[in-house]
T-cell receptor, first 113, second 113 residues
Framework: GNSVTQMEGPVTLSEEAFLTINCTYT??????LFWYVQYPGEGLQLLLK?????DKGSNKGFEATYRKETTSFHLEKGSVQVSDSAVYFC????????????FGRGTQLTVWP | DAGVIQSPRHEVTEMGQEVTLRCKPI?????LFWYRQTMMRGLELLIY????????DSGMPEDRFSAKMPNASFSTLKIQPSEPRDSAVYFC???????????FGSGTRLTVV
Protein backbone atom coordinates (compact mmCIF):
# COMPACT_ATOMS: atom_id res chain seq x y z
CA GLY A 1 0.00 0.00 0.00
CA ASN A 2 0.85 3.66 0.12
CA SER A 3 1.96 5.31 3.33
CA VAL A 4 4.17 8.00 4.79
CA THR A 5 6.06 7.81 8.06
CA GLN A 6 7.58 10.92 9.57
CA MET A 7 9.43 11.50 12.78
CA GLU A 8 7.30 12.15 15.78
CA GLY A 9 7.47 15.50 17.44
CA PRO A 10 7.41 17.80 19.00
CA VAL A 11 10.70 19.24 17.84
CA THR A 12 12.00 22.20 19.80
CA LEU A 13 14.93 24.27 18.55
CA SER A 14 16.63 27.55 19.23
CA GLU A 15 16.66 30.20 16.54
CA GLU A 16 19.37 29.66 13.90
CA ALA A 17 19.65 25.94 14.69
CA PHE A 18 19.73 23.31 11.95
CA LEU A 19 16.49 21.45 11.28
CA THR A 20 15.92 17.94 9.99
CA ILE A 21 12.53 16.25 9.92
CA ASN A 22 12.73 12.69 8.65
CA CYS A 23 10.19 11.26 6.23
CA THR A 24 10.10 7.84 4.60
CA TYR A 25 7.48 6.43 2.31
CA THR A 26 6.02 3.24 0.92
CA UNK A 27 4.41 3.40 -2.47
CA UNK A 28 3.71 1.44 -5.61
CA UNK A 29 5.15 2.92 -8.75
CA UNK A 30 6.86 6.30 -8.72
CA UNK A 31 5.17 8.74 -6.36
CA UNK A 32 5.45 12.51 -6.23
CA LEU A 33 6.51 13.77 -2.80
CA PHE A 34 5.51 16.89 -0.87
CA TRP A 35 6.02 18.83 2.30
CA TYR A 36 3.12 20.87 3.61
CA VAL A 37 3.19 23.37 6.45
CA GLN A 38 0.33 24.34 8.76
CA TYR A 39 0.60 27.53 10.77
CA PRO A 40 -1.61 27.92 13.85
CA GLY A 41 -5.27 28.36 12.96
CA GLU A 42 -4.72 27.90 9.24
CA GLY A 43 -5.06 25.24 6.57
CA LEU A 44 -2.15 23.35 5.06
CA GLN A 45 0.05 25.13 2.53
CA LEU A 46 2.35 23.51 0.02
CA LEU A 47 5.96 24.14 1.08
CA LEU A 48 7.88 22.20 -1.56
CA LYS A 49 7.62 19.21 -3.85
CA UNK A 50 9.65 16.74 -5.93
CA UNK A 51 8.21 14.65 -8.70
CA UNK A 52 11.02 12.23 -9.55
CA UNK A 53 14.05 10.57 -8.03
CA UNK A 54 17.00 12.84 -7.17
CA ASP A 55 14.88 15.98 -7.56
CA LYS A 56 15.40 18.58 -4.88
CA GLY A 57 12.49 20.70 -3.81
CA SER A 58 13.21 24.01 -2.13
CA ASN A 59 11.32 27.00 -0.77
CA LYS A 60 11.85 29.63 1.95
CA GLY A 61 15.21 28.11 2.88
CA PHE A 62 13.76 24.62 3.27
CA GLU A 63 15.02 21.75 1.11
CA ALA A 64 14.20 18.10 0.59
CA THR A 65 15.69 15.58 -1.85
CA TYR A 66 13.75 12.66 -3.30
CA ARG A 67 15.84 9.57 -2.52
CA LYS A 68 14.45 6.52 -4.23
CA GLU A 69 17.14 4.18 -2.92
CA THR A 70 16.24 4.95 0.69
CA THR A 71 12.58 5.85 -0.01
CA SER A 72 13.09 9.09 1.88
CA PHE A 73 12.28 12.79 1.57
CA HIS A 74 13.79 14.44 4.63
CA LEU A 75 13.10 18.13 5.23
CA GLU A 76 16.05 20.37 6.14
CA LYS A 77 16.72 24.00 6.89
CA GLY A 78 20.09 25.41 7.79
CA SER A 79 18.93 28.15 10.16
CA VAL A 80 15.40 28.16 11.56
CA GLN A 81 13.50 31.23 12.66
CA VAL A 82 10.77 31.74 15.22
CA SER A 83 8.36 32.26 12.31
CA ASP A 84 9.02 28.67 11.16
CA SER A 85 7.11 27.35 14.16
CA ALA A 86 4.34 25.23 12.67
CA VAL A 87 3.28 21.67 11.94
CA TYR A 88 5.00 20.03 8.97
CA PHE A 89 3.42 17.21 6.96
CA CYS A 90 5.14 14.89 4.52
CA UNK A 91 2.88 13.50 1.79
CA UNK A 92 2.82 11.53 -1.45
CA UNK A 93 0.67 11.12 -4.52
CA UNK A 94 1.03 7.86 -6.39
CA UNK A 95 2.57 8.30 -9.80
CA UNK A 96 1.08 11.07 -11.88
CA UNK A 97 -2.45 10.67 -10.58
CA UNK A 98 -4.30 13.64 -9.22
CA UNK A 99 -6.18 11.66 -6.67
CA UNK A 100 -5.53 10.99 -3.09
CA UNK A 101 -2.65 12.53 -1.15
CA UNK A 102 -1.31 10.26 1.58
CA PHE A 103 -0.17 12.28 4.59
CA GLY A 104 2.16 11.52 7.46
CA ARG A 105 1.04 12.29 11.01
CA GLY A 106 2.71 15.69 11.09
CA THR A 107 5.62 17.03 13.15
CA GLN A 108 5.18 20.01 15.43
CA LEU A 109 8.15 22.40 15.29
CA THR A 110 8.64 25.10 17.90
CA VAL A 111 11.50 27.57 17.54
CA TRP A 112 12.52 29.67 20.55
CA PRO A 113 14.26 33.03 20.25
CA ASP B 1 -5.16 31.68 -8.55
CA ALA B 2 -6.82 28.65 -7.03
CA GLY B 3 -8.51 29.08 -3.68
CA VAL B 4 -10.99 27.40 -1.39
CA ILE B 5 -13.50 29.20 0.83
CA GLN B 6 -14.96 27.34 3.79
CA SER B 7 -17.80 28.42 6.01
CA PRO B 8 -18.39 28.85 8.80
CA ARG B 9 -14.90 29.29 10.31
CA HIS B 10 -16.19 28.25 13.72
CA GLU B 11 -19.30 26.32 14.70
CA VAL B 12 -20.48 25.46 18.18
CA THR B 13 -23.53 23.26 18.42
CA GLU B 14 -25.32 21.06 20.88
CA MET B 15 -25.21 17.30 20.69
CA GLY B 16 -27.96 15.94 18.48
CA GLN B 17 -28.18 18.96 16.23
CA GLU B 18 -27.56 18.88 12.50
CA VAL B 19 -24.40 20.57 11.28
CA THR B 20 -23.63 21.59 7.69
CA LEU B 21 -20.17 22.62 6.62
CA ARG B 22 -19.67 24.38 3.29
CA CYS B 23 -16.88 24.51 0.75
CA LYS B 24 -16.60 26.78 -2.30
CA PRO B 25 -13.68 26.28 -4.65
CA ILE B 26 -12.84 29.64 -6.17
CA UNK B 27 -11.46 28.31 -9.42
CA UNK B 28 -11.43 25.16 -11.51
CA UNK B 29 -10.42 21.84 -10.10
CA UNK B 30 -10.57 18.14 -10.83
CA UNK B 31 -10.80 16.69 -7.34
CA LEU B 32 -12.34 17.92 -4.10
CA PHE B 33 -11.50 16.40 -0.73
CA TRP B 34 -12.89 16.59 2.79
CA TYR B 35 -10.48 15.99 5.67
CA ARG B 36 -10.91 15.93 9.43
CA GLN B 37 -8.08 16.89 11.78
CA THR B 38 -7.86 16.00 15.48
CA MET B 39 -5.00 15.77 17.91
CA MET B 40 -5.61 12.07 18.44
CA ARG B 41 -5.93 10.90 14.85
CA GLY B 42 -4.20 13.60 12.83
CA LEU B 43 -5.49 14.23 9.30
CA GLU B 44 -8.13 11.79 8.13
CA LEU B 45 -9.50 11.68 4.60
CA LEU B 46 -13.28 11.44 4.81
CA ILE B 47 -14.38 11.51 1.17
CA TYR B 48 -13.31 12.81 -2.20
CA UNK B 49 -14.98 13.73 -5.46
CA UNK B 50 -13.81 13.73 -9.06
CA UNK B 51 -15.77 15.98 -11.40
CA UNK B 52 -18.50 16.20 -8.74
CA UNK B 53 -18.85 12.42 -8.43
CA UNK B 54 -17.96 10.72 -5.10
CA UNK B 55 -15.01 8.39 -5.68
CA UNK B 56 -14.16 7.09 -2.24
CA ASP B 57 -16.21 7.60 0.91
CA SER B 58 -14.61 4.81 2.93
CA GLY B 59 -13.25 7.35 5.39
CA MET B 60 -16.67 8.63 6.39
CA PRO B 61 -16.88 7.47 10.00
CA GLU B 62 -20.58 6.68 10.25
CA ASP B 63 -23.90 7.01 8.50
CA ARG B 64 -24.37 10.23 10.44
CA PHE B 65 -21.92 11.80 7.98
CA SER B 66 -22.89 12.64 4.41
CA ALA B 67 -21.32 14.78 1.68
CA LYS B 68 -22.65 16.23 -1.54
CA MET B 69 -21.27 18.10 -4.48
CA PRO B 70 -24.21 19.40 -6.50
CA ASN B 71 -21.95 21.37 -8.84
CA ALA B 72 -18.29 22.21 -9.41
CA SER B 73 -18.49 25.32 -7.23
CA PHE B 74 -20.00 23.95 -4.07
CA SER B 75 -19.79 21.04 -1.66
CA THR B 76 -21.30 20.31 1.73
CA LEU B 77 -20.46 17.96 4.57
CA LYS B 78 -23.37 17.24 6.87
CA ILE B 79 -23.41 15.59 10.28
CA GLN B 80 -26.80 14.50 11.59
CA PRO B 81 -27.08 14.03 14.51
CA SER B 82 -23.83 15.52 15.79
CA GLU B 83 -21.94 14.08 18.77
CA PRO B 84 -19.17 15.50 20.98
CA ARG B 85 -16.61 13.14 19.38
CA ASP B 86 -17.22 14.88 16.07
CA SER B 87 -15.45 17.95 17.43
CA ALA B 88 -12.52 18.63 15.10
CA VAL B 89 -11.28 20.92 12.37
CA TYR B 90 -12.74 20.01 8.99
CA PHE B 91 -10.81 20.95 5.86
CA CYS B 92 -11.83 21.08 2.25
CA UNK B 93 -9.11 20.84 -0.42
CA UNK B 94 -8.91 20.78 -4.20
CA UNK B 95 -6.42 19.58 -6.77
CA UNK B 96 -6.03 20.67 -10.36
CA UNK B 97 -4.78 18.91 -13.43
CA UNK B 98 -2.01 21.37 -14.21
CA UNK B 99 -0.43 21.45 -10.78
CA UNK B 100 0.69 18.92 -8.24
CA UNK B 101 -0.53 18.94 -4.69
CA UNK B 102 -3.60 20.41 -3.11
CA UNK B 103 -4.99 23.81 -2.16
CA PHE B 104 -6.59 23.79 1.26
CA GLY B 105 -9.28 25.97 2.75
CA SER B 106 -8.78 27.54 6.16
CA GLY B 107 -10.99 24.94 7.79
CA THR B 108 -14.09 24.90 9.99
CA ARG B 109 -13.52 24.34 13.69
CA LEU B 110 -16.50 22.35 14.95
CA THR B 111 -17.27 22.02 18.65
CA VAL B 112 -20.14 19.81 19.71
CA VAL B 113 -21.13 20.25 23.35
Amino acid sequence: GNSVTQMEGPVTLSEEAFLTINCTYTATGYPSLFWYVQYPGEGLQLLLKATKADDKGSNKGFEATYRKETTSFHLEKGSVQVSDSAVYFCALIRGSTLGRLYFGRGTQLTVWP
Amino acid sequence: DAGVIQSPRHEVTEMGQEVTLRCKPISGHDYLFWYRQTMMRGLELLIYFNNNVPIDDSGMPEDRFSAKMPNASFSTLKIQPSEPRDSAVYFCAISQRDRHGYTFGSGTRLTVV
